[in-house]
């Protein structure tokens, strides 16, 4: 599982990177993370909150594990709940 991880999180950080870069320095751009696990595990999710600090987005995203994991079903929804309780600026569209 810990390749598939580590894929994922390459991938967001090209994702957030490719933003960054359509922007062109134009827009101001906010990103956040949410990383959510199995309904049974303590740490349910790994949570960091919008910020226009893109090093430090990206390095939390690389600093995210894989912990708990008895195959129970991921929270997906809890997640989506969680990002969407986030401080989105009046403008942004979820």
Same mark, same amino acid.
């Given at each position: 599982?810990?390749?598939?991880?580590? #894929?994922?999180?390459?991938?967001?950080? /090209?994702? +957030? =990177?490719?933003?960054?870069?359509?922007?062109?320095?134009?827009?101001?751009? #906010?990103?956040?993370?949410?990383?959510?696990?199995?309904?049974?595990?303590k740490k349910r999710f790994e949570i960091r909150h919008f910020t226009e600090d893109i090093q430090l987005i990206k390095y939390f995203i690389s600093s995210v594990k894989?912990?708990?994991?008895? =195959?129970?079903?991921?929270? +997906? /929804?809890?997640?989506? #709940?969680?990002?969407?309780?986030? !401080?989105?600026?009046?403008?942004? /569209? !979820?």
């Amino acid at each position: 599982m810990s390749s598939w991880i580590k #894929r994922a999180q390459e991938t967001l950080k /090209t994702i +957030v =990177d490719d933003a960054v870069s359509s922007c062109d320095g134009m827009l101001k751009v #906010r990103v956040c993370f949410v990383g959510y696990r199995d309904h049974s595990d303590k740490k349910r999710f790994e949570i960091r909150h919008f910020t226009e600090d893109i090093q430090l987005i990206k390095y939390f995203i690389s600093s995210v594990k894989a912990e708990g994991g008895k =195959d129970e079903p991921e929270d +997906v /929804t809890g997640g989506m #709940r969680k990002l969407l309780n986030e !401080k989105w600026s009046e403008i942004s /569209t !979820k």
